[in-house]
Antibody
Framework: QVQLVQSGAEVKKPGASVMVACKAS??????????IHWVRQAPGQGLEWMGT????????IYAQNFQGRVTMTRDTSTSTIYMELSSLRSEDTAVYYC??????WGQGTLVTVSS | QAVVTQEPSLTVSPGGTVTLTCGSS?????????PYWFQQKPGQAPRTLIY???NRHSWTPARFSGSLLGGKAALTLSGAQPEDEAEYYC?????????FGGGTKLTVL
């Protein structure tokens, strides 16, 4: 069965960067139509799409709100997708999810930004 | 950027039927927007109920169905159960960019 397992919770200071990992299993990772999306949810708020990457890395699209601050990469040898968010501010405190095409979700990673 | 609109809140009686909708500021929603529907209960990660307009997952109860209705994407719940009380989100695709709606809080009362 398709599984996405994310890295653990992080606490960061304002201005720092965070990298969240999403390890995929249970399917052929290299099928290029199976994009991984990143979605975040701030406390008490709705869902926000951050961007997407395909397994080959040939197609990467970032949401306008995160352009210049987010980088998505992948490691096909470990079937892992990474999302790095830089210049963190308190408003970036949220649960970050990876989601595969057809809607398979990771368990979420809490990122807390606090001085 | 496009804006995706959902009803902020809806109420349905147990056993009743309700339709949630997902509209687009750019015009009619079509299958080319590849609508998804997600359910989220307090303290839990979202889970996908419907993808690509009307495809259910193995875990999606048969009482949920997706469609296009009146220029919008629609999620119909037929025979509501108390456990269906949750927040429901849709998202649409616009040339590679996904946009979420603001969510619908569904109360079963």
């Amino acid at each position: 069965q398709v599984q996405l397992v994310q890295s653990g919770a992080e606490v960061k200071k304002p201005g720092a960067s965070v990298m969240v990992a999403c390890k995929a299993s249970g399917y052929t990772f290299t099928i290029d139509n199976y994009f991984i999306h990143w979605v975040r949810q701030a406390p008490g708020q709705g869902l926000e799409w951050m961007g997407t990457i395909n397994p080959s890395g040939s197609r990467i699209i970032y949401a306008q709100n995160f352009q210049g601050r987010v980088t998505m990469t992948r490691d096909t040898s470990t079937s892992t997708i990474y999302m790095e968010l830089s210049s963190l501010r308190s408003e970036d405190t949220a649960v970050y999810y990876c989601v595969r095409t057809h809607g398979y979700w990771g368990q979420g990673t809490l990122v807390t930004v606090s001085s | 950027q496009a804006v995706v609109t959902q009803e902020p809140s809806l109420t349905v009686s147990p056993g009743g039927t309700v339709t949630l909708t997902c509209g687009s500021s750019t015009g009619a929603v079509t299958s080319g927007h590849y609508p998804y529907w997600f359910q989220q209960k307090p303290g839990q990660a979202p889970r996908t109920l419907i993808y690509d307009t009307n495809n259910r997952h193995s875990w999606t109860p048969a009482r949920f169905s997706g469609s296009l209705l009146g220029g919008k994407a629609a999620l119909t719940l037929s025979g509501a159960q108390p456990e269906d009380e949750a927040e429901y989100y849709c998202y649409l695709l616009y040339s590679g960019v996904r946009v979420f709606g603001g969510g619908t809080k569904l109360t079963v009362l």
